[in-house]
């Protein structure tokens, strides 16, 4: 409220003091400049005019007479003088001014003469890729492997074969020369003997030595473009088995050696040889992708888990059917991650297995079964993602 009275107050104040000393600060009137003014009729402005504009003509120059002075004419007061109006000053024309000189004409540039376009060089074919060459590496040449020769009979010294006109005995002879001068009576003629052929073992054909080859094939050079399959079918071959060589026998007794080695190759000989050869050709590529791609589509990945980021393989055997035999699924290996990651992998692709199998089994060539009874598959999840 105080406030509101103040303002009040103050501004009253200065409005009264303004109306009381608002003229001290005015500022003085401008001075009025007054000319005197003569006024005059149309007539004498009109002669005035007249006089000013008649043009002089100087008269001509006669040699001046004696003249009777005239009477001095009476003179005649002017009319009260009214100052003249002033003759208007002819205002100058001003000459006109020179036209300035036109700046000469700039000298024309020649045009650069045109540079000659340069030919465009031939864009080169581009290069093939570079096939490394393998060197072709030849094997050394070596003598061949002794191979023993067959023999009838085995002993524990190998015997040479006798001459085609020498005949076999038990202990060697040498024959009697006719020709050689004796002083004692030959009652007899005695003729030339050998032992028959021995060897330490009875030599068959699955003992004949192997030889290297004598050059190598140089090896197909792997496309570059080729993506890895995610799982690879490795059909488990097994390598035959060769039965041991029978041991050389040694009888106690030097007598009987001849005929215990001949039993005792009898005896082996008759034995039959089991060799777990595979039956029919190796699988193709075209039947391994198929078993592939019929197990792939059924193995399930889940990216945002561990098991992702592992790679397992697993061993299974197979029954003539082409069925999966469950109770032999393991997990052979692993990488790229911990214990139950690779665990939780391996469940995977086995469910993958046995679920595309159906009912029928795998599409497998029965002729082939020694191939494929048991196949190691690898399950890579950063392949599968590649699909």
Known sequence: M?????????????????????????????????????????????????????????????????????????????????????????????????????????????????????????????????????????????????????????????????????????????????????????????????????ATEIVTEADEPASAPAASVRPKTRPRDVAQQPAAATPDRTAPETPDAPAPAQPAEAGDAVASAIAEALAGGSAPTQAATPSGPPLTRGERDALRVAVQRCWLVDVGSEAANVTVTVSMDMDQGGRVVSSSLRLVNSSGGTGSAAETAFQAARRAILRCQGDTGYALPPEKYEQWKRIEMTFNPDEMRLR
């Open 2 to 198: 105080r406030r509101s009275f103040a303002i009040s107050a103050g501004a009253h104040a200065l409005v009264i003091l303004w109306a009381l000393v608002g003229n001290v600060f005015r500022p003085d009137p401008p001075e009025f400049e007054v000319s005197a003014v003569s006024v005059i009729s149309e007539a004498d402005f009109a002669a005035l005019s007249e006089a000013a504009q008649a043009p002089t003509v100087q008269p001509d120059i006669v040699a001046p007479t004696q003249a009777p002075e005239p009477a001095p004419a009476p003179t005649r007061d002017p009319a009260p003088a009214s100052e003249s109006a002033p003759e208007p000053t002819p205002i100058p024309t001003p000459e006109p001014e020179p036209a300035p000189e036109p700046d000469p004409a700039p000298e024309p540039i020649p045009d650069p003469a045109p540079q000659p376009v340069p030919e465009p060089q031939p864009v080169p074919d581009p290069l093939p890729p570079a096939v490394e060459e393998v060197p072709q590496v030849l094997a050394p040449e070596t003598a061949p492997r002794p191979k023993p020769r067959p023999a009838t009979r085995v002993a524990a010294d190998p015997v040479a074969a006798p001459e085609p006109d020498v005949a076999e005995a038990e202990e060697a002879q040498t024959a009697a020369d006719p020709e050689t001068e004796s002083a004692e009576i030959v009652a007899e003629t005695q003729e030339a003997t050998a032992p028959p052929e021995t």
